[in-house]
């Protein structure tokens, strides 16, 4: 049997991974990054005080030691990993890397190198996005993706359900309408580019429509779950027989 030793600052434990949140209040149907009935295994949420979705798209400065401290606070809780519940998240990797001992994957588009090697470098990555304005070539450089590696963006701001609901707070949210539109957004950008390789999404709210974005494309679709499932995977290791 192992031996385990205390956490002063930990209420609980057993706790896989650690996410941080956006200030937001709204749904988060199942497969959302920010529902608990998404992983199989212990989750801890944290909401980083005033991170609104505009300054964390930015990047904002202000924020960083806040988003630091969070991280801190889950770290002090005992969590093997940390992820968020946004891909623009991504301004802080760096600097809550440096801030805790932990592995940090703060956004999706982390995952953008891993596909580029797994794809032929003929074949663009396509990314759909929550704000495609905001995911720029500073944005990508920081994910550690090659300067001439081809990804073909697409944002869901100008879809109507997305655009007017879920980037602002939002009471109600009808998954069935919000798959038409991302799905829609999918097959658009494999009409455009029909020689894509594979997807990603960037918002850790459109995971729940990734099967469906498979089954319209063809194509492997990479998301928040995907990294998050990784890192939980290989930080518990199972044994084997046989």
């Given at each position: 049997m192992p031996v385990y030793t205390s956490q002063p600052s930990a209420e609980a434990g057993g706790f896989a991974v650690g996410i941080l949140l956006l200030d937001y209040k709204g749904p988060f149907v199942p497969g959302d990054v920010g529902n608990a009935t998404s992983y199989d295994y212990p989750v801890l949420f944290r909401t980083v005080p005033k991170a609104t979705s505009a300054r964390v798209f930015s990047g904002d400065p202000a924020?960083?030691?806040?988003?630091?401290?969070?991280?801190?606070?889950?770290?002090?809780?005992?969590v093997k990993g940390i992820s968020s519940d946004c891909g623009y998240f991504v301004n802080y990797q760096d600097a809550v890397a440096k801030a805790v001992?932990?592995?940090?994957?703060?956004?999706?588009?982390?995952?953008?190198?891993?596909?580029?090697?797994?794809?032929?470098?003929?074949?663009?990555?396509?990314?759909?996005?929550?704000?495609?304005g905001a995911l720029g070539n500073r944005v990508l450089e920081m994910t550690g993706l090659a300067a001439e590696r081809e990804v073909f963006i697409k944002g869901m701001r100008e879809e109507p359900v997305f655009g007017s609901s879920v980037t602002g707070d939002c009471v109600q949210l009808d998954p069935e309408v919000l798959e038409v539109e991302v799905v829609g957004v999918a097959?658009?950008?494999?009409?455009?580019?029909?020689?894509l390789g594979a997807f990603l999404i960037e918002c850790s709210m459109l995971p729940p429509y990734a099967k469906a974005i498979q089954d319209a494309t063809g194509l492997p679709v990479f998301d928040f779950l995907t990294m998050i499932d990784y890192h939980e995977r290989a930080a518990h290791r199972p044994g084997y027989d046989g």
């Open positions: 924020l960083e030691a806040t988003v630091i401290e969070a991280a801190k606070a889950l770290e002090a809780q005992g001992k932990v592995p940090v994957y703060l956004s999706s588009l982390l995952q953008l190198p891993f596909i580029s090697a797994c794809i032929g470098r003929n074949r663009p990555i396509g990314v759909i996005c929550a704000n495609a097959q658009r950008m494999m009409r455009e580019r029909p020689e």
